[in-house]
């Protein structure tokens, strides 16, 4: 057994058995990992996978332990190998950080800048993305920390620390009907065309949810991944808008807002990190810079071993 192996049974279960896509992901042929697979199974005495033809459909049980095993020792490999990085000058490097187009924009300015007043030696790298995408670049160690209000409090193999919580906000065309109407409903809102964001970002869910739990289906004319887009076409009279309250707060003179707390859920915002593995002083520095309200060892505790002290 080697770590080749190892690696080729935790990214066929991320790859979703495809084992085309496992070996792109890992540099290699699709050949070269099924011989690593056959060889491992040969030496294990057992069948990992469940098999169609040539095809991998799953996991035996016998695989879904060796799963769990093979991801905790890569942890910890990974670990050994960061940890003359941690025990060396904590003043430099690089924070390669994962984010929405929303967080970039709205929440996270102000928190970059009190960081790099803190260590003006780290480099920062911020890559904008789905929170598909930034759930990605977190597994794949391309990225540190990923902040966005979906997915990343739902994987199993990422610690998610809640940062803030936020609603989305109404923007109208000055004049508009609605501008007067109180109290708003969604009733209100689905009689009238609806630019928003697209599925999987920013709160969609939110939207989607409570609409449908009114029996309504609104009429969406524009789905976009940046507000600011929303904003645009808002202003351009397509329809009207729902778009995050911090978004929605910048002055504009051609639109109105509308506060909609009572008609959908909060959404809250993640800082999301892989779970198990060692991290430079000044990551854990970020989150604390992010929520306040949680201590260095809070941070750690929670990141290489256990569960949250927190409730949402």
């Not at 935790?10 to 792109?24: H, I, K, Q, S």
């Not at 459909?57 to 991801?71: N, Q, V």
């Not at 929405?100 to 300015?109: D, V």
């Not at 919580?165 to 109180?182: A, D, E, N, V, Y």
Request: proline share 4%.
């Amino acid at each position: 057994m080697n770590f080749q192996q190892l690696k080729i049974i935790r990214e066929a279960a991320r790859c979703d058995f495809n084992l085309t896509e496992v070996a792109a992901t890992l540099y290699t042929s699709q050949s070269g990992v099924s011989r690593h697979i056959r060889e491992l199974e040969e030496e294990l005495g057992v069948e990992l996978f469940i098999r169609r033809g040539k095809r991998l459909l799953g996991m035996t049980e016998p695989g879904k332990a060796l799963l769990t095993s093979a991801e905790r020792i890569l942890n910890e490999a990974g670990n050994v190998r960061r940890l003359a990085e941690l025990f060396s000058d904590d003043a430099s490097g690089v924070l390669t950080i994962a984010t929405t187009h929303t967080q970039a924009r709205y929440s996270l300015p102000a928190v970059i800048k009190t960081f790099r007043e803190h260590y003006p030696g780290v480099r920062l790298e911020l890559i904008q993305g789905t929170p598909a995408e930034i759930d990605a670049l977190l597994q794949s160690g391309a990225a540190d920390i990923g902040i966005a209000s979906e997915r990343l409090n739902n994987d199993p193999q990422l610690v998610a620390y809640p940062w803030l919580r936020w609603h989305h906000s109404l923007l109208l065309p000055q004049g508009h009907p609605l501008s007067h109407i109180s109290p708003l409903t969604l009733e209100d809102i689905a009689a009238w065309p609806l630019v928003t964001y697209r599925q999987g970002v920013t709160g969609r869910s939110r939207i989607d949810e409570a609409f449908m739990r009114r029996g309504l289906t609104p009429d969406v004319v524009l789905s976009a991944q940046d507000s600011d887009v929303i904003r645009t076409y808002v202003e351009l009279g397509l329809g009207i808008g729902l778009v995050a309250e911090l978004a929605a707060g910048i002055e504009d003179d051609n639109l109105v807002q509308r506060d909609t707390h009572h008609l959908f859920g909060a959404n809250t915002v993640w800082l999301g990190l892989r779970r198990g593995q060692l991290q430079r002083n000044y990551v854990w520095r970020f989150i604390g810079l992010c929520n306040p309200s949680l201590t260095a060892e809070e941070i750690k505790r929670q990141a290489l071993t256990g569960e949250p002290d927190y409730q949402i």
